[in-house]
């Protein structure tokens, strides 16, 4: 007798179950149930249609549910939403959308993928006008983009600086149009640290973004949004993106367990605490990887693995689950940020002794056209050296080394690993030495107590304190910009100056991007110097870092001349 495979959600998890199954049975009888008009789309194509990099939106649309008949022997049933189900006579109760008519349905195995459902705060008042939006499915962006045309708006507030909501900001922007993005947290993306962020705020606004940081919205209106502050930002229409809640209704109307962090709880195979019923995708909580604590993880990857394990299991095929690392990248003008693995903040979260190494490589050797500065961060574990995460930033294809920590954190390698890797090198793709490799280096040579360094966000209260700052760039440089009463020792003279460099005091050593200065600070420690540090970041980091809310905040700089390039 054929087995029966029930599937609430149509999207990434859902899809890939009723595939998955097919391929394990040909003689199953799998149906997918999907409350909304499409099955099968690409929610993260949906921004890219307000700019009309995606002209029509139906082409988000990846199967239609006659594909699905015809490609697969999948009943793909739309506009039809399961409403209940009893897990001991194994039935489902599903209801047409569309005429509200109910029926019952019988399955061998239920599989729950419903997603996440869009965050919208009941306390900002008028979050429910009607020009007010959410971006999670086809219908959503038709909305949003027939208002926006329908009535002119030419000013628009994004709510949250999350993957979707930089996605949005970027597309409205390329489209045309006045944005405003605003974050509650103090910095955009919380997948990356608050340094590397400063990069992505000064690429924001360098596109005339009008970008609110440590501020949140209180009240929408037809025409403004007015911020906690008290701030009014001009608005004909406001997208909120700050964030997702697992759409876990249907799991706890019949009794599914649900785990600490409010999605749903299941076991190694993806079942759930009811027999013959699984959980996959967003509404679902996983495993960290490194720190072994549940947590939400809202990607599309993922919840394709989960749906294939799910299958696998449901066919007696043996799984694993392993644990996620959450590696992700976005395109934000010409920047592309990716990341993977913990944070700064997040092991601080968890208790986790760490350092960082950061490196400003050139994405590839700097006599080829358009060689840019690539900004490259690692962390480790402390005294391990076990990697924790990466992050890049640059205009480069950063997913390349991204993608190379996150193999070695699934490998649970560590920094000493990164040294010798052996990468692809040709001038157009990269330097000699990876990105990857010479953050292994320097995160080796840190572990091992070779130098010392302190990060970008550490000298502004260096400089208000009056302390030994030495600028190891050569003197044009240093005319052309420069910390605020930073001493000009070049790595070519400072041999010849050993009598301006003090050895009773901590010293603060930075060049264009580190290599120098590093250099610098190794040399006068083998002689005999003991408070000898390398700035994190040097002048080209702490360029970025501080540039922002220089502009923004209107404060006095700690330098004078900004640089962004590494010629």
């Known amino acids: 007798m054929s087995k029966k495979v029930l599937v609430v959600g149509g999207v990434a998890?859902?899809?890939?179950?009723?595939?998955?199954?097919?391929?394990?049975?040909?003689?199953?009888?799998?149906?997918?149930?999907?409350?909304?008009?499409?099955?099968?789309?690409?929610?993260?194509?949906?921004?890219?249609?307000?700019?009309?990099?995606?002209?029509?939106?139906?082409?988000?649309?990846?199967?239609?549910?006659?594909?699905?008949?015809?490609?697969?022997?999948?009943?793909?049933?739309?506009?039809?939403?399961?409403?209940?189900?009893?897990?001991?006579?194994?039935?489902?109760?599903?209801?047409?959308?569309?005429?509200?008519?109910?029926?019952?349905?019988?399955?061998?195995?239920?599989?729950?993928?419903?997603?996440?459902?869009?965050?919208?705060?009941?306390?900002?008042?008028?979050?429910?006008?009607?020009?007010?939006?959410?971006?999670?499915?086809?219908?959503?962006?038709?909305?949003?983009?027939?208002?926006?045309?329908?009535n002119n708006a030419e000013n628009i507030t994004v709510v949250g600086g999350g993957f979707i909501g930089l996605e949005v900001m970027e597309n409205l922007v390329e489209g045309g149009k006045n944005v405003a993005l605003v974050e509650a947290a103090h910095h955009v993306m919380a997948t990356i640290d608050d340094d590397m962020a400063q990069i992505l705020h000064k690429e924001i606004i360098d596109n005339d973004v009008n970008l609110v940081v440590d501020d949140g919205v209180s009240e929408i209106s037809d025409t403004k949004v007015i911020l906690a502050s008290g701030?009014?930002?001009?608005?004909?229409?406001?997208?909120?993106?700050?964030?997702?809640?697992?759409?876990?209704?249907?799991?706890?109307?019949?009794?599914?367990?649900?785990?600490?962090?409010?999605?749903?709880?299941?076991?190694?195979?993806?079942?759930?605490?009811?027999?013959?019923?699984?959980?996959?995708?967003?509404?679902?909580?996983?495993?960290?990887?490194?720190?072994?604590?549940?947590?939400?993880?809202?990607?599309?990857?993922?919840?394709q693995m989960e749906a294939r394990a799910a299958s696998d299991h449901m066919y007696g095929r043996h799984v694993t689950q392993?644990?996620?690392?959450?590696?992700?990248?976005?395109?934000?003008?010409?920047?592309?940020a990716a990341s993977t693995g913990l944070t700064e903040t997040q092991c601080l979260e968890n208790g986790i002794d760490y350092d960082i190494a950061m490196i400003i490589p050139k994405d590839k050797v700097a006599l080829m056209p358009n060689a840019k500065p690539l900004y490259f961060k690692l962390i480790f574990g402390v005294p391990s050296g076990e990697i924790l995460g990466a992050q890049a930033v640059g205009e480069s294809g950063v997913d390349k080394q991204v993608d190379v920590i996150a193999t070695m954190i699934s490998m649970h390698g560590h920094v000493e690993d990164l040294q010798n890797l052996e990468l692809c090198y040709q001038p157009m793709f990269s330097t000699a030495k990876n990105a990857v490799n010479m953050a292994g280096l320097v995160a080796t040579n840190l572990l091992n107590g070779e130098f010392k360094q302190?990060?970008?966000?550490?000298?502004?209260?260096?400089?208000?304190?009056?302390?030994?700052?030495?600028?190891?760039?050569?003197?044009?440089?240093?005319?052309?910009?420069?910390?605020?009463?930073?001493?000009?020792?070049?790595?070519?003279?400072?041999?010849?100056?050993?009598?301006?460099?003090?050895?009773?005091?901590?010293?603060?050593?930075?060049?264009?991007?580190?290599?120098?200065?590093?250099n610098m600070v190794r040399a006068l420690g083998n002689l005999g110097y003991t408070n000898i540090y390398n700035i994190v970041g040097s002048f080209l980091g702490l360029s970025e870092y501080e540039y922002y809310h220089d502009t923004v905040d209107d404060r006095e700089p700690i330098i004078d001349g900004y640089r962004f390039d590494l010629m």
């Open 322 to 336: 392993r644990g996620v690392i959450g590696s992700q990248v976005i395109k934000l003008f010409k920047m592309n």
């Open 454 to 518: 302190v990060r970008m966000s550490e000298v502004r209260d260096l400089v208000e304190s009056g302390a030994m700052i030495v600028d190891a760039r050569e003197p044009k440089e240093y005319k052309d910009g420069h910390i605020k009463d930073a001493i000009n020792i070049p790595l070519s003279e400072f041999r010849d100056r050993l009598d301006e460099i003090p050895h009773n005091v901590p010293v603060y050593v930075h060049c264009l991007s580190s290599q120098r200065s590093y």
């Open 13 to 150: 998890g859902g899809a890939s179950v009723a595939a998955r199954v097919r391929r394990l049975d040909e003689s199953a009888e799998v149906t997918m149930f999907e409350k909304g008009p499409n099955v099968s789309f690409s929610n993260c194509s949906l921004p890219y249609h307000l700019s009309g990099t995606i002209e029509d939106a139906d082409d988000i649309v990846l199967m239609t549910p006659q594909q699905f008949k015809m490609q697969y022997n999948i009943d793909a049933e739309v506009n039809t939403e399961v409403i209940d189900a009893d897990y001991k006579d194994q039935t489902v109760t599903i209801k047409d959308t569309i005429t509200g008519e109910t029926s019952t349905r019988d399955y061998d195995e239920l599989v729950l993928s419903p997603g996440a459902v869009p965050i919208l705060p009941e306390s900002i008042k008028g979050i429910h006008n009607e020009n007010v939006f959410t971006v999670r499915n086809v219908e959503d962006i038709k909305a949003l983009a027939g208002y926006i045309e329908n």
């Open 231 to 303: 701030k009014t930002i001009p608005t004909d229409v406001v997208v909120m993106a700050i964030g997702v809640r697992p759409d876990v209704s249907l799991a706890e109307k019949i009794g599914v367990k649900l785990g600490d962090t409010g999605a749903i709880a299941v076991n190694q195979g993806y079942q759930t605490n009811l027999p013959h019923i699984y959980a996959v995708g967003d509404a679902i909580e996983v495993t960290n990887m490194i720190t072994r604590k549940k947590q939400r993880l809202d990607l599309a990857f993922p919840a």
